[in-house]
Structures are given as structure tokens and as C-alpha cells.
């Protein structure tokens, strides 16, 4: 719309066309790109995993970040986390540690390392169980040492069972996976039927 109206303000002052705009006249006409991609200045850092979430306003991405410290085995959670999101990050640690040694984990760690989660933004309310997967993934990458793609996204409510149950606002939270440059999701299996949208 407003490339159009900027073509038909240069034919009311009197140029004549046909005119064609291309890529290299966008910022020209539409002025500096005001979005950015939060993905494309991330680096892979072990422990931080990018989640799915969804708001109000449409869906997004947040990065979940876990670091460990010479401890005795303590969970601290910080980001503004509401209750049901806290208890995931129970259940996440958990799950991770009763598989430790099928994760290449060695099981003395969690009770020699305290663990920090933290999810950045902390001025923004964060709750709901969808992060779990996030959660998860994030230990399990802290405790090997191994990265995760950062253009890779996810969201799931996982069990005590690691069972990775539905969650909500699939369509919002993709469309602000894509928006923020991420090009591949991992989603619930039972959210197959979400795709269509």
C-alpha cells in the first residue's frame, strides 16, 4: 500500500511511468527494515534451547538458557515463570535425570552441580506447561555439552513418563517462529492435526 501511494504521489507531481520497484528500492521506499532476526545473532551454546510460546498478540520464540554450578544438586528458576511452567521445569529435570545414563549423563552430576533456568524477558509473565520439551532439551544439552540448532524451535508438555503431550496455540506459535527465522519446529505428535491450519 504504501509503495503504491509513494508511485501515485511521483504521478501527481507530474512523472510519468510505467514504474517498477525492485528489492534494491524498498528501504528507500518503505524506510529501514524495523524487525530483526532474533535466531541470526544467536550463536550454539550448550543449554539453551529456543521454545514456542504464544501471547494475546500472536505467537513467538523465547530462548531458554540453563547453566550449571559446583553445587549440591539445587533447581533455581528465574524469567518471571508462573507456577505450572515452574513445575515443568521440575519435571523436565527430573525426566533427564532418571535417563541420565542413557543421555550419557553421568547421574553424580545432579547432585554435584546446582542448575540455573532461566528464560530471558523476565519483565514478561511466562506460564503454561508447553515449555517442557524446551526445558528438557536445554538440561539435556547443559549436562553433554552438546548444542542445539539455533533455527530450530520447539514446544511440548512433557511427563514424568517423558511422554510429550498436546499443547495449545500451534498456528500463532509457528507464524512467530517464522517471523523471528526459524525454519524448522519440533511439535507434539498428537498436534499433527494443527498442521492443516
Not at 504521478?11 to 514504474?19: H, K, M, Q, R
Request: with cysteine; glycine share 12%; hydrophobic share 40%.
Amino acid at each position: 500500500g504504501t509503495v503504491c501511494r509513494k508511485t501515485a504521489r511521483k504521478i501527481a507531481e507530474g512523472e510519468t511511468g510505467p514504474f517498477a520497484v525492485d528489492a534494491s528500492e524498498v528501504t528507500e521506499l518503505l524506510g529501514k527494515d524495523r524487525f530483526y532476526s532474533e535466531v541470526a545473532e544467536e550463536t550454539p551454546t550448550p543449554g539453551v534451547v529456543t521454545g514456542l510460546v504464544w501471547t494475546p498478540v500472536g505467537g513467538g520464540i523465547v530462548f531458554l538458557e540453563a547453566t550449571k554450578m559446583r553445587g549440591k544438586g539445587r533447581l533455581t528458576l528465574t524469567g518471571s515463570l508462573g507456577d505450572v511452567m515452574k513445575e515443568s521445569a521440575q519435571a523436565a529435570k527430573s525426566w533427564i535425570r532418571a535417563h541420565a545414563e542413557e543421555l550419557a549423563i553421568d547421574p553424580a552430576d545432579f547432585d554435584d552441580y546446582d542448575v540455573h533456568l532461566h528464560a530471558p524477558a523476565g519483565a514478561t509473565p511466562k506460564d503454561g506447561p508447553s515449555a517442557g520439551v524446551a526445558m528438557a532439551v536445554a538440561l539435556a544439552s547443559l549436562f553433554t555439552g552438546r548444542t542445539v540448532r539455533t533455527d530450530l524451535a520447539m514446544t511440548g508438555e512433557i511427563t514424568l513418563r517423558g511422554r510429550v503431550l498436546p499443547v495449545g496455540g500451534i498456528k500463532e506459535k509457528v507464524l512467530g517462529a517464522v517471523r523471528a527465522g526459524i525454519t524448522g519446529v519440533i511439535l507434539p505428535q498428537r498436534n499433527e492435526n494443527d498442521l492443516d491450519e
